[in-house]
């Protein structure tokens, strides 16, 4: 791993595994205009579940290098934090009962970290289903046990505290049992009375199965990682949605098996299926929010801005 050259303007970077693909390169600097800043924005690309000692250098050049603001992280979330936490002045409430960082950004010289996937993953998951959609039974299957499930499940948590409608069970697998262990403590902790069932799932057969136990009006996550990160679907070719289920892949770009198998269950049992486009969306403008602090709205005619430059940065494609 190379480290980029010192900033010459005000920039943020972007911490995943394959940054050049991904739309923010074409959609930063379009916002950045809308925004009224001149800043700049660099990928860093790190292998999956990379050496500590290269997230630690990724934090200490970003804490150090005066015109280097901030960044998102993706995929990394959890190993960055784990790795570099003794690194960071500040942590967010959110961070610390995660154990995750997606937002790092500065204040003076004051370096914090957020998570901030519980409120992002809350509001792409509003805009995908109706108000009260869960009072009827619908269950929810998370294909995954990384920063981004949790967070969601967090944002659930706290939607059941404030009285409004909740999954009635959700289902978390993972192919590795201490991500799954790690969950389960985590929700102990929070003492939650949501219903989850953690199963180690192996194989995309395992998977398989548990989308066989749902409910009729299921939402049904990959947050694997699978089709963008690495090729292919969590479920295997013969996996059966339940009827009138969504499919919701927290992924926008990459080859999106997972949404295929979705859409050629479309007509036969009613699955919808959704991409990651808003949760993109909605995961960046609240770290470039963050990272310039600048007021960047949630909802309305602004937010619709932000999402009407991006589709016209992008044109033909969202990836």
């Not at 039974?137 to 949790?150: F, I, N, Q, Y």
């Amino acid at each position: 791993m190379s480290l980029p050259p010192p900033a010459q303007k005000p920039t943020m970077y972007f911490v995943g595994v394959t940054t050049g693909a991904s739309s923010i390169m074409k959609v930063f600097p379009a916002w950045a205009r809308h925004l009224g800043i001149d800043a700049h924005i660099t990928g860093i690309d790190l292998p999956l579940d990379a050496e500590p000692e290269a997230y630690r250098k990724v934090v200490s050049f970003i804490k150090n290098d005066p015109l280097s603001l901030g960044a998102l992280v993706t995929t990394h979330k959890l190993n960055l934090y784990q790795a570099a936490r003794d690194l960071f002045d500040e942590a967010g409430d959110a961070t610390a009962l995660l154990g995750e960082v997606s937002s790092i950004s500065k204040r003076g010289t004051t370096l914090r970290a957020q998570a901030m996937d519980p409120l992002t993953s809350g509001l792409s998951l509003e805009a995908i289903v109706a108000e009260n959609y869960w009072r009827d039974g619908a269950e929810l299957l998370l294909l995954g046990a990384g920063g981004s499930a949790l967070a969601l499940t967090l944002y659930l948590h706290r939607r059941q505290q404030r009285g409004d409608d909740t999954p009635s069970r959700i289902v978390v697998t993972n192919r590795r049992p201490g991500r799954l262990e790690e969950m389960r403590a985590i929700h102990d902790r929070l003492a939650t009375e949501l219903k989850f069932d953690y199963v180690h799932a192996a194989s995309a057969t395992d998977n398989d199965r548990q989308l066989a136990d749902l409910a009729p009006g299921s939402i049904v996550v990959n947050a694997t990682g699978l089709g963008k990160d690495r090729p292919g679907s969590p479920l295997g070719a013969a996996a059966v949605f339940p009827q009138q289920s969504i499919a919701w892949d927290f992924n926008y770009r990459g080859d999106l098996l997972f949404l295929d198998q979705a859409r050629a269950q479309s007509d036969t049992r009613g699955v919808r299926a959704e991409d990651g486009w808003v949760y993109f969306l909605h995961g960046w403008t609240r770290v470039i929010s963050d990272v310039f602090d600048v007021e960047i709205p949630m909802a309305g005619p602004e937010f619709d801005a932000f999402a009407d430059i991006a589709r016209t940065t992008t044109t033909t494609e969202k990836g």
